[in-house]
């Protein structure tokens, strides 16, 4: 079965700066998608970045971008000039096809992010 | 495009009542997913819908749980009998198609409170 492992459950980071949140999972299939999500405290599950597991170029949005590394089944994510907004939970999810043909996310548990001012 | 609706924001049940949890696709969409969401953890898969049929429901509880989309209105989750662990956030994602070329569209979550 699929796992995925957020291992910092709190983390913080002073405005401007630049933070990294780690990812790891576990699967044995060679073709899968990952993502990481926000939700901050209005509970709005809102999509951060998305990466195909067959492109091997890192996905990159505005301050937000990846570091993927397949083979250590890696998949972290960098805030760059951290700002108060950006002040939520994460969460790095995996999806896969399955049997049934469905596609179905697997979450990690998270990890809280505290934008200091 | 008013994005994926779901009512009510909160609900409380007194333990033994039923609870219906209603979700709106976004504009477009006809792929309707449950997650559910415990305290402190990530969200879980429950059930996956098209209109009128029941696509995959491997992560529903055997009893207590149902769901539908029907041809018209919303889809529904419906909790009957509550119990205290059925406490948490529930969430309704939608997408246009079954692939996850841009990950599914989710709304706010209804946050069920069993007392």
């Known amino acids: 079965a699929q796992t995925v492992t957020q291992s910092q459950p709190e983390m913080s980071v002073q405005e401007a700066e630049t933070v990294t949140l780690s990812c790891t999972y576990d699967t044995s299939e060679s073709n899968y998608y990952l993502f990481w999500y926000k939700q901050p405290p209005s509970r709005q599950m809102i999509l951060v970045i998305r990466q195909e597991a067959y492109k091997q170029q890192n996905a990159t949005e505005n301050r937000f971008s990846v570091n993927f590394q397949k083979a250590a089944k890696s998949f972290s994510l960098k805030i760059s000039d951290s700002q108060l907004g950006d002040t939520a939970m994460y969460f790095c999810a995996f999806m896969k096809q399955g049997d049934s043909g469905t596609y179905k996310y697997i979450f990690g548990t998270g990890t809280r992010l505290k934008v200091l001012a | 495009n008013a994005g994926v609706m779901q009512n009510p924001r909160h609900l409380v049940r007194r333990r033994g009542q039923e609870a219906r949890l209603r979700c709106s696709p976004m504009?477009?969409?006809?792929?309707v997913y449950w997650y559910r969401q415990l305290p402190e953890e990530g969200l879980k898969f429950m059930v996956y819908l098209q209109k009128e049929n029941i696509i995959d429901e491997s992560g529903m509880p055997k009893e207590r749980f149902s769901a539908e989309f029907p041809k018209e209105g919303p889809s529904i989750l419906r909790i009957q009998q509550v119990v205290r662990g059925d406490s948490a956030a529930y969430f309704c994602a939608s997408s246009p198609d079954r692939g996850p070329r841009y990950g599914y569209t989710f709304g706010s979550g209804t946050r069920l409170t069993v007392v």
């Open positions: 504009k477009g969409h006809s792929h």
